[in-house]
């Protein structure tokens, strides 16, 4: 459906894209900043505009516009107006039937950028100095804002306000719900200044080091350089771990037999409940849940990835998929020790190929990035899994106190309302509760509900174009660079794949060849159509995916870098790996023959039939 | 051997012993030294060819018809070359030389179990210009040579081919030429199933971490002739994993000859053309031995080599080269070689390092 229609560089111009049948004013869902007005169309139709289909895969529900907003200002916050890092500023967004694009804004003056470099090198430069103290500080923040968010009341409204009120020990109702609204969002805010802090500094300490490798040894795998920085003992890791154990003990203590393939985490619990062991079983369970279950079912943008609190049957379905293969005598560690054996096989080994005087910078490098790597891999668990999770069921509590007044028809649709609306329903919720007047949100709000899910359904059958807008000459932006692998190199690669193709070319993320029959998949839910033995492609993959990795023979993805979640899975696994291909999922129809080679990253199309 | 003047076997030679037989029969002689699975041989010295010149009374048939002969011009050259050839390929080589030849070459047949086992003969240039003079069309190389009889033709064949046309031009063109001379090795020969040559490092990108293998079907000749287009294989040298390949048609490879003497050139059969011809294993010993052989002359090196046909690896791995790489740019001329870690990061983001310009 996307226009073809060149713009003045190489992708179509955001203003061609016709909107889809069916969902003219879809753009009421999203302010009036993120859309291509036709006030700014010569300014923004000379910008690069790419889809962000790492943490975007999905056309964005009204609510979850937060999870643009907040980001966007932690990293410009951190980026611009803290680091000022030299070449660029922050990122702008923009949407385009439901999906987010987004650009970098550089800085183009040399004066400009020499005074940023000042600033930037002296306040850098302290955090790396400092970097585990004040890591160490992140974490106790981020501790404190989660428990903070977890004790966060949300308040009913009354029939009569309790005694505390009258003894002046606590405010009215009214205002309590709106300022747990308004503290609700701002802590939102807040985890995403906390999540910025470090991480464009961790990230730029590996681009150098893989750069620095880059120079002396062309030929150097990025995966050699990503499995020499990799942490071993990562927490990202910790949650599976615990499931593992955990089978091992349900043997151990005999109560396997309850894990059923097919049973239901509240069967398989009531079976448990029946045995002494089986209920010893369960309080170990407990103990692991806080914090581990707090793991996502996906990569925490979107209101609809919970928790495995939330979701138990994902942990379970890993229960159960663990204990079948111990039973079978299968090993279901992971083999840290020959992981880290082979990380430091990786550096030594390429060490000891460099000149002397470039061996004490590769040590240097290195150092700094095991330094600060645990960050980059352990801030997603604290903001994206953790708090995102938690944040999101608080807003869902707020849903539910609409819907108990009519002004929903079901708490979760409150995330189909932007974050404005809901204070503004909240508005005229409390007032109306106050005054006893009949509120018009119950017959306001639910008919426009509907619509915008009616609308999300359709834009979901769209496949957004990888980019839009003109081509870069250069790619400046490091974050840009860093953070979604936008080199020049993958934008004329774009850019070819505009005229089509039998082939796409991504990062070569875990190597190997195989043959095998594609499954797209657009989201988590659908992870369960997945075959033995099919070649998964998909937008991008993150955690909740872990349980299919034991059934796919390769994966093929449209956004990530060789440190991409499935990047790194695939590796563990051994299964080649394709990523970044900017538009695998939208090429690529389920059931057609594909050749995945990890090793050179290029996906062929082997025959044109496809159910998809 | 009680009394060798003009032979040795390879393992005793070094690059001590160059100036008196040649570049190539002294490498195979360090590789050995350094533990690299070379096949036996052994080599001849410039003195077998000067005894040879000087029993035999050639050396006054060479100064005529090089004295007659005018420079730059093609026939008179050729005319020289093909006088002096003539009276080389009639002249008896020296008892005393024949007869070392036959006691070496009995002893590789004692080391390889068979009465006439087959040899390569090839010529082993002297001097500090040999890569030149290689190139100048000094070496000859004759394959699956078995006997005594012909083993002492190939070798009068390679002295022969320091009269070439090319190879009287190339001198005269230095002007004040040394005396012509030349060694010759003879080695056991491996009936390669598979073989090439491999750089221990990538020759394009200048890459030390890769080592680039190229590899076919059959005897070295296919590969080092360029008559066929070989699988080409980048491999890292730290986790032994192909990196980048490249598989070609080959369609035709060296055998030896049927008839047990000489390699035939044939089609290859078309089920074996499109497949790789080194398997996991093959590719895990050649990164092992190109490594080693690197680490013994601590430079990179351009290597050929065989493996035996039937033969398991690493066993079957032979190899019967290794030169320096010479034509290597230096890796990435602008690279940051070394430096202050720190402010190298923040040139990824785009600080300018003190000397001017963003990396």
Request: proline share 6%.
């Amino acid at each position: 459906m996307a226009s073809t229609t060149p713009a003045t560089g190489s992708f179509p111009s955001p203003y061609e894209v016709e909107t889809l049948p069916g969902c003219e004013g879809w753009e009421e869902m999203y302010p009036y900043y993120g859309r291509f007005l036709e006030s700014r169309r010569e300014a923004d139709e000379g910008r690069f505009w790419f889809w962000n289909s790492m943490h975007f895969p999905e056309p964005m529900p009204a609510f979850d516009v937060v999870c643009i907003d907040s980001p966007y200002q932690g990293i410009g916050s951190w980026q611009n107006r803290v680091f000022a890092v030299p070449p660029a500023m922050g990122i702008d967004w923009r949407v385009v039937n439901g999906y987010i694009y987004i650009t970098g804004n550089p800085v183009l003056d040399p004066e400009k950028v020499a005074e940023r470099a000042e600033v930037f090198q002296k306040r850098a430069g302290y955090y790396y100095e400092n970097w585990d103290e004040l890591y160490g500080k992140w974490r106790s923040n981020m501790e404190q804002l989660i428990k903070e968010l977890s004790e966060l009341e949300v308040p009913d409204l009354p029939e009569y306000e309790p005694d505390a009120v009258v003894s002046g020990e606590q405010n009215t109702s009214f205002y309590r719900v709106q300022d747990a609204y308004s503290r609700t969002l701002r802590m939102g805010d807040l985890m995403w200044q906390h999540h910025f802090e470090l991480l464009l500094l961790g990230y730029g300490a590996y681009a150098t080091l893989a750069e620095f490798c880059k120079a002396n040894l062309p030929d150097i795998p990025d995966q050699h350089i990503a499995q020499m920085v990799a942490g071993i003992d990562v927490i990202l890791f910790r949650p599976d771990q615990e499931l593992r154990r955990l089978a091992r003990l349900a043997i151990e203590t005999g109560v396997d037999g309850a894990f059923r393939q097919g049973r239901t985490p509240e069967e398989i619990d009531a079976e448990l409940a029946t045995s002494e062991a089986g209920r010893a079983w369960l309080e170990e369970l407990e103990k692991v849940k806080e914090p581990w279950f707090h793991m996502a079912t996906g990569d925490g943008l979107y209101h609809f990835y919970r928790s495995w609190l939330d979701e138990p049957s994902i942990p379970y379905a890993s229960l159960i998929g663990h204990i079948a293969a111990l039973q079978a005598g299968q090993e279901i560690e992971r083999p840290t020790e020959q992981i880290r054996e082979e990380r430091d096989r990786l550096a030594n080994g390429y060490r000891e190929l460099l000149d002397e005087s470039a061996q004490a910078t590769f040590d240097d490098l290195l150092n700094l990035s095991r330094k600060v790597f645990p960050y980059v891999e352990e801030h997603k668990f604290f903001c994206d899994y953790w708090f995102l999770t938690s944040w999101w069921n608080k807003i869902r509590e707020f849903g539910a106190l609409l819907a108990r007044n009519g002004f929903l028809e079901d708490g979760e649709d409150v995330f189909h309302l932007t974050r404005h609306e809901v204070a503004s329903a909240l508005d005229e919720l409390t007032l109306t509760w106050a005054t006893g007047g009949k509120p018009a949100g119950p017959t306001h709000w639910p008919p426009i509900v509907a619509r915008r899910k009616e609308i999300l359904e359709r834009f979901k059958e769209w496949n957004p174009p990888p980019a839009l807008g003109t081509a870069p000459e250069k790619v400046m932006d490091p974050t840009l660079i860093m953070l979604w692998g936008i080199t020049d190199e993958r934008v004329r690669d774009w850019a070819s794949q505009v005229e089509g193709g039998s082939s796409l070319n991504g990062a070569a993320a875990s190597p190997g060849t195989i043959e095998g029959v594609a499954r797209v998949v657009r989201s988590v839910d659908q992870i369960g159509d997945v075959r033995e033995g099919e070649v998964l492609v998909c937008g991008s993959t993150s955690p909740a995916w872990a349980p299919i990795f034991s059934k796919i023979s390769a994966t093929v993805t449209d956004v990530g870098g060789v440190m991409s979640h499935a990047a790194i899975v695939c590796r563990e696994y051994g299964l080649p790996a394709v990523v970044g291909t900017g538009r695998a999922t939208a090429t690529i129809k389920t059931g057609q023959r594909v050749r995945v080679d990890g090793t050179n990253g290029v996906v062929t199309i082997l025959d044109g039939d496809g159910d998809g | 051997m009680a009394e060798a003047p003009h032979t040795q076997t390879l393992d005793r030679l070094r690059s001590a012993d160059e100036p008196a037989f040649g570049g190539k029969s002294a490498s195979l002689g360090e590789l050995l030294a350094g533990g690299i699975p070379v096949p036996p041989g052994f080599a001849l010295s410039t003195s077998a060819f000067h005894a040879f010149v000087r029993e035999s009374g050639l050396q006054r048939t060479i100064d005529d018809a090089l004295s007659h002969m005018t420079i730059g011009d093609v026939d008179s050259v050729s005319g020289a070359s093909r006088t002096i050839s003539e009276a080389m390929r009639h002249a008896p080589i020296p008892t005393a030389v024949e007869e070392e030849i036959a006691a070496r070459y009995a002893d590789v047949a004692e080391a390889a179990g068979e009465p006439e086992p087959p040899v390569a003969v090839r010529s082993s240039a002297v001097g500090e210009d040999s890569e030149e003079a290689t190139f100048a069309g000094q070496q000859e190389t004759y394959l699956w040579v078995r006997g005594v009889g012909h083993v002492c033709d190939a070798v009068r064949d390679c002295w022969v081919s320091l009269f070439s046309p090319t190879a009287i031009s190339y001198r005269a063109r230095l002007g004040a030429a040394p005396e012509p001379a030349m060694g010759v090795t003879v080695q056991l020969m491996v009936d390669a199933g598979v073989s090439g040559v491999m750089f221990t490092c990538n020759p394009v990108s200048g890459d030390r971490s890769m080592i680039a293998i190229n590899a076919s079907w059959g005897l070295g000749l296919a590969v080092v002739g360029g008559e066929v287009t070989p699988d080409d294989l980048l491999v890292s040298k730290v986790t032994g994993e192909v990196v980048r390949e490249h598989i070609h048609s080959k369609e035709l490879e060296y055998v030896p000859d049927p008839g047990g003497r000489g390699a035939v050139r044939v089609d290859v059969p078309a089920e074996r053309r499109d497949v790789r011809c080194l398997d996991e294993d093959a590719i895990a010993a050649l990164v092992d031995v190109g490594r080693k052989v690197e680490r013994y002359f601590g430079s990179a090196q351009d290597i050929e080599w065989a493996i035996a046909r039937d033969a398991s690896v690493p066993e079957g791995v032979y190899i019967v080269q290794s030169r320096p790489v010479t034509t290597t740019k230096p890796a990435v001329a602008e690279k940051p070689a070394g430096g202050d870690a720190l402010s190298m990061v923040m040139a990824t983001f785009g600080v300018k390092s003190a000397g001017g310009g963003q990396r």
